[in-house]
C-alpha cells in the first residue's frame, strides 16, 4: 500500500474503533484515517495548571472558577441510590490533603475504572461540597501509570475539546475516547501525510509543515503552537481560494474574443458638451481606467463602486457611448423594472440633448421589462436582433435565452451586489465575450474584493459632486413624531418634499396593502392633510410605482408615503427629506441606501429615523467606539449600533465595515452564491491581514506560471484538482 493508499482507508482500521464506531464516524462524514486526522477540535481547555488539593481547595475558597488539575490516589469509593439516582463518589488524597470527585451518569463503568491505590490525574473546575470537601463533578481524568512513557491525554496540556455528535456518542464516544482515538491515529498516521503547500510558500510565510500543524492543532505543547497550527491552516485555506480567484482572473482575461475599441469618439467628446456639470475628478479617473480596459483586446470584467449618489450613472453611460461609437450594442441591466424604467428615461433625455449637438448619430434606446404589452415587447426584441437599439435597457430577464444581442459590446450591472460570480460567468458567454463593468452602491469592504469579487478589477469613485453638503441624521422616539411631521410640513413650504418610509411588518399580501393604506390614510386625515400625499408600495405593478414617481418628480405631491421599494436608485433631486419608520427593523445598508434617496441636489437634506423610545435611549448609550464594545455586546445592542452608526457616519464605506462586523461571518453576501467554496478555517473579518498576504502570494504565483507547469507548483496543482474539483469550472489547469 502506498502512503496515500493508508490515509484513505477506513477510520475503522484506528486503534479502539471498530466497525460499529467506523460506522458512527461515517454518519457524520468521517470515513477515512485522513478525515479523522482533520477532524480538528473546536477549542482548548489549557491544563497545564496542576496544583496541590491544599492550594487549590484555597483557590476555590477565594473564588477562583478556573479549571485546574490534581493528581492524587484513590482513597476508596462508594455509589449510592437516590430513588432511581445512582451517584458514585471517589475520595483522592495527595500529600496536601484530599478531595473528592463525583459521577451521576454512567456510574456502572466509572465504577470499575477507580481502584483504591490508582492515582489519577483530574482536571475540570472544582467545587466546595456542602459537606466542604473540595468536589469535582464528572471531571476529565487520566490514570497515571508507573510506566513513564505514557504520555497523558487529558492532564498536564492543553487539551482539545471536540464536537461529539450525538451519531458518536451512541457508541460510547465521550471526550475521553475521542480524545484517544484522534491521538492513535496522530501517532500512528501522521507520517505518512503528504505535504499540501509548495515548500517556498512555507518558508517565506514561517508556516507550520502539515504535520507538525496537525498534531499541534489536536496537541499543542504551547499556546503559541496552537495559534501557530491555525494560522497555517487559515492561511492555506485562504491560499488555495485566492489562487482560485487569480485563476478564474486570467482566464476571463485570456478568453478567446473581446475587442480593442476606440476610445476618443466624436460622440463622446459631444455628449461632454451637452452635460450640465463637470465630471469630479474622481469620475474622471475611473474614466480614464475604463477607457484603457475598453482599448486593450482582453475582455473589461471591472468592479466600479461609488456611494450612494457618487455620480455612476453618467461614467457607465459613456462607456455605453464609446462601446455604440465603435458598433457595438451596450446593455445596461438594473436590479428593479422602476430603476430600468427611469435609466431609459434619463438616457433618453440625454441623448435628446446630444442629438442637438450631434445630429449625424442617433443613439436608439430599448427598454425590455416585464409587464410591457407583447407587441412592444417583440418589437423591442426585434430591434435587438437586428441591432435597431444601440443601448437596450432591462432587468436581470435581459439575459434570458430569448434576448439575441446583434453585437454585444458592453454590458453594465447596476446596484447588483448579489450578482453571483457564477452569473457574471454566463454573461461572459453572451455575445462575443463583451466588456464588463459591475456598479455597487453597497460598499464592499475590502477583505470582500479581495475574496469573492478578486477576479473583478476595482474602480472606485472615492468623492461626491461637488454641489453635495452631508445629509444631517436625527434618531428620534416615536413619541416625536408630532413635531416631526410639523418640520415635514414647515419644510414643504420651502419647496422640499419628503419620503416617509415604513417598514413591511405584515406577511401576507392583503395585510401589508392595507397596513400601507391606514397608514397613508392616517397621515392624510391628521397631522398633513394639508398636504398632497402619494403612496407607493410592493403591490402595485411597475407602471402604476412608475406612474407616482413621475407625479413625485414633477412635484404633485409634497409627501411619498413608501415601502421599500423606494431603496434603490431611484433619483429625485428635490426630495431632501426621508422619515424612517420604525428604524431598528431596517439592515444598515439598506438604511444608508434609504438615505442616498435625498440631498442629491444642492440643499440640506435629512434624514430621521424614528424608532421606539427605549431603543433611541439605549442608542444613545451605544454611542462608544465600536472598537471597545465586546462581542457580547454587540450582539445585545446590534439595532442600537446600526441607528447609532447612521447618525454618526456619512460614509458609505465606514457604513459597511461595520454592517459586515455585525453581520458577522455568517451572513456575508455574496459568499454563498459566489462559486468559491466556503471556509473552514478563515474568518473574512478578523483574518484581513492574512487574505492580504496569501492573495499577494497566489497572484505572483499565478502571474509566474499561470498553468501551474513548473515542478515546484505541482502540489498546488494536486490539491486543487483533489480537493477543489468543483470550483475549478472557472479556472483553466489542464
Ligand atoms: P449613483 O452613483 O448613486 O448611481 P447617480 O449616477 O444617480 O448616482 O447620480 C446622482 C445624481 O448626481 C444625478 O442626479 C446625477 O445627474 C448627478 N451628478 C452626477 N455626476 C455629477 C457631477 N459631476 N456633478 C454634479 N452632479 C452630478
Ligand atoms: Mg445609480
Same mark, same amino acid.
Given at each position: 500500500m502506498s502512503k496515500e493508499d493508508t490515509l484513505n482507508s477506513s477510520v475503522q482500521y484506528i486503534k479502539s474503533v471498530g466497525p460499529k464506531r467506523a460506522e458512527a464516524f461515517?454518519?457524520?462524514?468521517?470515513?477515512?484515517?485522513?478525515?479523522?486526522?482533520?477532524?480538528?477540535?473546536?477549542? #482548548?481547555?489549557?491544563?497545564?495548571?496542576?496544583?496541590?488539593?491544599?492550594?487549590? !481547595?484555597?483557590?476555590?475558597?477565594?473564588?477562583?472558577?478556573?479549571?485546574?488539575?490534581?493528581?492524587?490516589?484513590?482513597?476508596?469509593?462508594?455509589?449510592?441510590?437516590?430513588?432511581?439516582?445512582?451517584?458514585?463518589?471517589?475520595?483522592?488524597?495527595? +500529600?496536601?490533603?484530599?478531595?473528592?470527585?463525583?459521577?451521576?451518569?454512567?456510574?456502572?463503568?466509572?465504577?470499575? *475504572?477507580?481502584?483504591r491505590g490508582d492515582i489519577f490525574a483530574i482536571s475540570g473546575k472544582p467545587t466546595v461540597s456542602k459537606y466542604g470537601n473540595l468536589q469535582f463533578a464528572h471531571p476529565e481524568f487520566d490514570r497515571i501509570s508507573e510506566d513513564e512513557s505514557q504520555s497523558f491525554l487529558n492532564t498536564g496540556k492543553i487539551i482539545p475539546i471536540y464536537r461529539?455528535?450525538? =451519531?458518536?456518542?451512541?457508541?460510547?464516544?465521550?471526550?475521553?475516547?475521542?480524545?484517544?482515538?484522534?491521538?492513535?491515529?496522530?501517532?500512528?498516521?501522521?507520517?505518512?501525510?503528504? &505535504?499540501?503547500?509548495?515548500? #517556498?510558500?512555507?518558508?517565506?510565510?514561517?508556516?507550520?509543515?502539515?504535520?507538525?500543524?496537525?498534531?499541534?492543532?489536536?496537541?499543542?505543547?504551547?499556546? &503559541?503552537? @496552537?495559534? =501557530?497550527?491555525?494560522?497555517?491552516?487559515?492561511? $492555506? &485555506? @485562504?491560499?488555495? @481560494?485566492?489562487? @482560485? *480567484?487569480a485563476l478564474r482572473k486570467k482566464n476571463i482575461k485570456s478568453k478567446l474574443g473581446g475587442h480593442s475599441l476606440k476610445i476618443n469618439t466624436s460622440l463622446v467628446k459631444d455628449f461632454l458638451k451637452t452635460l450640465p456639470f463637470e465630471l469630479t475628478k474622481a469620475q474622471l479617473k475611473v474614466l480614464?481606467?475604463?477607457?484603457?480596459?475598453?482599448?486593450? &483586446?482582453?475582455?473589461?470584467?471591472?468592479?466600479?463602486?461609488?456611494?450612494?449618489?457618487?455620480?455612476?450613472?453618467?461614467?457607465?453611460?459613456?462607456?455605453?457611448?464609446?462601446?455604440?461609437?465603435?458598433?457595438? +450594442?451596450?446593455?445596461?441591466?438594473?436590479?428593479?423594472?422602476?430603476?430600468?424604467?427611469? #435609466?431609459?428615461?434619463?438616457?433618453?433625455?440625454?441623448?435628446?440633448?446630444?442629438?442637438? *449637438?450631434?445630429?449625424?448619430?442617433?443613439?436608439k434606446i430599448s427598454l425590455l421589462i416585464g409587464g410591457q404589452k407583447k407587441s412592444l415587447r417583440d418589437k423591442n426584441l426585434e430591434d435587438i436582433e437586428l441591432k435597431e437599439s444601440d443601448i437596450i435597457i432591462g432587468t436581470h430577464a435581459l439575459f434570458e435565452e430569448k434576448v439575441k444581442f446583434s453585437k454585444l459590446g458592453l454590458v453594465i450591472i447596476d446596484e447588483q451586489h448579489r450578482f453571483g460570480v457564477l452569473q457574471r460567468s454566463r454573461l461572459h458567454e453572451k455575445g462575443n465575450a463583451p466588456d464588463i463593468i459591475v456598479m455597487s452602491a453597497t460598499p464592499i469592504p475590502r477583505t470582500l474584493t479581495m475574496t469573492v469579487y478578486?477576479?473583478?478589477?476595482?474602480?472606485?469613485?472615492d468623492e461626491m459632486p461637488l454641489n453635495r453638503k452631508p445629509v444631517k441624521t436625527i434618531l428620534r422616539g416615536e413619541e416625536?413624531?408630532?413635531?416631526?411631521?410639523? /418640520?415635514?410640513?414647515?419644510?414643504?413650504?420651502?419647496?422640499?418634499?419628503?419620503?416617509?418610509?415604513?417598514?413591511?411588518?405584515? $406577511?401576507?399580501?392583503?395585510?401589508?396593502?392595507?397596513?400601507?393604506?391606514?397608514? !397613508?390614510?392616517?397621515?392624510?386625515?391628521?397631522?398633513?392633510?394639508?398636504?398632497?400625499?402619494?403612496?407607493?408600495?410592493?403591490?402595485?405593478?411597475?407602471? =402604476?410605482? =412608475?406612474?407616482?414617481?413621475?407625479?413625485?418628480?414633477?412635484?404633485?405631491?409634497?409627501?411619498?408615503?413608501?415601502?421599500t421599494v423606494i431603496e434603490v436608485g431611484i433619483d429625485i433631486p428635490d426630495a431632501n427629506i426621508i422619515l424612517i419608520n420604525d428604524a431598528h427593523r431596517f439592515g444598515l445598508s439598506q438604511l444608508h441606501q434609504l438615505r442616498g434617496r435625498v440631498g442629491r441636489g444642492g440643499k440640506q437634506a435629512y434624514c430621521i429615523l424614528v424608532t421606539s423610545e427605549d431603543i433611541a435611549k439605549r442608542s444613545e448609550k451605544a454611542n462608544k467606539n465600536l472598537e471597545f464594545l465586546s462581542p457580547a455586546e454587540i450582539e445585545k445592542h446590534k439595532a442600537a449600533i446600526r441607528l447609532q452608526s447612521m447618525v454618526?457616519?456619512?460614509?458609505?464605506?465606514?457604513?459597511?465595515?461595520?454592517?459586515?462586523?455585525?453581520?458577522?461571518?455568517?451572513?456575508?453576501?455574496?459568499?454563498?452564491?459566489?462559486?468559491?467554496?466556503?471556509?473552514? #478555517?478563515?474568518?473574512?473579518?478578523?483574518?484581513?491581514?492574512?487574505?492580504? +498576504?496569501?492573495?499577494?502570494?497566489? /497572484?505572483?504565483?499565478?502571474?509566474?506560471?499561470?498553468?501551474?507547469?513548473?515542478?515546484?507548483?505541482?502540489?498546488?496543482?494536486?490539491?486543487?484538482?483533489?480537493?477543489?474539483?468543483?470550483?475549478?469550472?472557472?479556472?483553466?489547469?489542464?
Open positions: 461515517n454518519k457524520i462524514g468521517i470515513k477515512t484515517i485522513r478525515d479523522l486526522l482533520f477532524y480538528f477540535p473546536s477549542r #482548548h481547555v489549557d491544563r497545564t495548571n496542576i496544583l496541590t488539593a491544599l492550594k487549590a !481547595y484555597g483557590y476555590v475558597l477565594n473564588g477562583y472558577d478556573g479549571e485546574f488539575t490534581i493528581i492524587g490516589q484513590v482513597t476508596d469509593k462508594d455509589s449510592r441510590r437516590f430513588g432511581r439516582r445512582e451517584i458514585f463518589k471517589v475520595n483522592f488524597r495527595d +500529600q496536601s490533603g484530599f478531595f473528592e470527585c463525583v459521577w451521576f451518569q454512567g456510574v456502572k463503568f466509572f465504577i470499575n *475504572v477507580f481502584n461529539i455528535p450525538k =451519531e458518536l456518542r451512541t457508541t460510547n464516544i465521550g471526550d475521553f475516547s475521542l480524545r484517544r482515538i484522534i491521538n492513535n491515529a496522530v501517532e500512528n498516521y501522521l507520517d505518512k501525510l503528504e &505535504e499540501t503547500l509548495p515548500n #517556498h510558500i512555507i518558508k517565506d510565510n514561517e508556516l507550520q509543515n502539515i504535520k507538525d500543524a496537525v498534531r499541534n492543532y489536536h496537541f499543542p505543547n504551547s499556546k &503559541e503552537n @496552537l495559534i =501557530e497550527a491555525k494560522r497555517r491552516f487559515i492561511f $492555506e &485555506e @485562504l491560499f488555495f @481560494l485566492e489562487i @482560485l *480567484v480614464s481606467e475604463i477607457k484603457n480596459d475598453m482599448m486593450v &483586446e482582453s475582455p473589461m470584467n471591472r468592479l466600479l463602486q461609488g456611494d450612494v449618489g457618487s455620480g455612476k450613472t453618467i461614467v457607465a453611460l459613456i462607456a455605453m457611448l464609446i462601446a455604440v461609437d465603435n458598433g457595438f +450594442q451596450a446593455a445596461l441591466m438594473a436590479p428593479t423594472e422602476i430603476l430600468a424604467d427611469q #435609466h431609459a428615461k434619463n438616457i433618453s433625455n440625454y441623448m435628446k440633448l446630444l442629438k442637438q *449637438v450631434n445630429s449625424q448619430k442617433e443613439v478578486g477576479d473583478l478589477d476595482l474602480s472606485i469613485i416625536k413624531l408630532p413635531d416631526i411631521f410639523k /418640520f415635514i410640513r414647515d419644510k414643504s413650504e420651502e419647496g422640499l418634499q419628503s419620503f416617509i418610509v415604513y417598514p413591511l411588518v405584515e $406577511e401576507s399580501e392583503k395585510l401589508e396593502l392595507k397596513a400601507a393604506l391606514t397608514y !397613508y390614510e392616517m397621515l392624510k386625515a391628521t397631522y398633513l392633510k394639508d398636504l398632497k400625499v402619494g403612496l407607493v408600495h410592493g403591490r402595485m405593478s411597475w407602471n =402604476e410605482k =412608475e406612474e407616482t414617481m413621475q407625479l413625485f418628480r414633477k412635484k404633485e405631491f409634497d409627501v411619498l408615503v413608501a415601502t454618526k457616519y456619512n460614509d458609505g464605506f465606514k457604513i459597511a465595515e461595520i454592517d459586515l462586523k455585525l453581520r458577522g461571518p455568517g451572513d456575508i453576501f455574496g459568499l454563498k452564491q459566489s462559486g468559491f467554496p466556503e471556509f473552514k #478555517h478563515a474568518d473574512i473579518i478578523t483574518d484581513s491581514k492574512l487574505i492580504l +498576504q496569501a492573495k499577494e502570494e497566489a /497572484f505572483k504565483l499565478i502571474g509566474d506560471d499561470p498553468e501551474l507547469k513548473l515542478p515546484s507548483n505541482q502540489t498546488i496543482k494536486k490539491n486543487l484538482l483533489d480537493y477543489y474539483p468543483d470550483n475549478l469550472k472557472y479556472a483553466n489547469i489542464a
